[in-house]
């Protein structure tokens, strides 16, 4: 697969107990809480919108994950995960790999691609008008949007990657394109332009079996994810507040992330992700001595104990 390779910036440094076991992604609510963090500045009127970058002829503007080569360790997983990549996310280096290109359900793991989208075609401060379409989800949501409500945009894309929102997920594709099924339709234009083989999508949030890619398409996207400010000032996040229109004013939000829940040294990403045919899916981000590197688990049984130690390893051979 031919690719050009980019160098990526490097990274900068609600829901219920152990993300309800990691089942949160079906139904779990935003709730309010005591004051956790700063809220934002008040929605400006919204930005004009860039145009849609267009990829060079024959050329991917993607950085590379390449497979070629060996492992760099050697673990022993019980109850291993179906795939997985440990990964440098600065440099694409593959540190450690497992069925890297088996193609699986992803279940919320599919919002990176959302947020990456969101951010090309945004400006945070943009009022995002509630439809009937983000009312009618199913599984995990923000929970308090009103129809015909307008919410400043970078909330809701907080509510994507925070607390997985479904709803989130909706309300932002069809502020984007106009209706989600136009904004899946660029989805996998993307992932097409992008060389991500593995990937297709049909939806913007994940809860349904046919949104599936694999460990490798994950990690390049993880790698872009991480590229962005935006992207990464929100997934480092353990806990937020916000301004809402909603009774008492405000929006509090806890995340899923397990690295973040055991205060793993230097855990700064990225998503989780659970259905029943997908298991539990996780792609965590580690900042730590200079290097950034990821983990990606398919249908993991525990993503909290697998993901530290693959990481460890991964550290101690290139720490």
């Known amino acids: 697969m031919a690719v050009v390779v ?16 990691f089942g949160g992604d079906k139904g779990s ?19 004009p919108r860039p145009p849609e970058p267009v990829p060079a002829a024959g050329t991917r503007p993607i950085p590379d994950v390449p497979l070629a080569g060996v492992d760099a360790f050697h673990v022993e997983l019980r109850r291993p995960p179906r795939a997985a990549l440990v990964f440098d996310v600065r440099t694409g280096e593959v540190l450690w790999r497992r069925r890297p290109l088996k193609r699986v359900p992803i279940a919320s793991l599919t919002k990176i691609m959302t947020a990456l989208l969101v951010v090309e075609h945004t400006r945070p401060n943009e009022p995002v008008r ?20 307008r919410v400043r945009l970078e909330t809701l894309l907080n509510g994507l990657l925070i607390v997985s929102g479904n709803d989130a997920a909706i309300a932002l594709a069809v502020h ?43 990690a390049v996207m993880t790698r872009l994810a991480m590229g962005k400010a935006r992207i990464r000032r929100i997934a480092r996040r353990r806990q937020v507040a916000f301004r809402f229109p909603v009774k008492g004013g405000r929006l509090y939000l806890t995340g899923h992330n397990p690295l973040q829940r055991i205060r793993y040294p230097g855990a700064i990403g990225l998503k989780t992700g659970y259905t029943s045919a997908a298991g539990r899916c996780f792609v965590g981000v580690v900042r730590r001595r200079g290097r ?11 993503p909290s104990r697998q993901a ?12």
């Not at 160098?7 to 829901?15: E, M, S, Y």
């Not at 992008?194 to 460990?215: I, Q």
């Not at 950034?292 to 525990?302: I, K």
């Not at 530290?308 to 720490?319: I, K, M, Q, S, Y």
């Open 176 to 218: 984007v394109a106009g209706s989600e099924r136009r904004f899946v339709r660029q989805m996998n234009r993307r992932a097409r332009a992008w060389g991500l083989d593995c990937t297709y999508f049909v939806s913007s949030h994940g809860f349904e079996d046919g949104n599936r890619s694999c460990a490798r398409d994950l």
């Open 130 to 149: 509630i439809t009937r379409a983000a009312l009618r989800y199913s599984g995990s949501g923000i929970g308090m949007l009103r129809r015909g409500k």
């Open 6 to 21: 980019a160098v990526l910036l490097a990274p900068l440094a609600v829901g219920a107990a152990a993300y309800l076991a």
């Open 29 to 47: 609510t935003a709730t309010p809480a005591p004051p956790l963090a700063a809220g934002e500045a008040p929605a400006q009127p919204p930005f």
């Open 292 to 302: 950034t590197l990821g983990v990606v688990l398919l249908n993991s049984r525990d």
């Open 308 to 319: 530290p130690r693959l990481l460890d390893e991964a550290f101690r051979v290139r720490g």
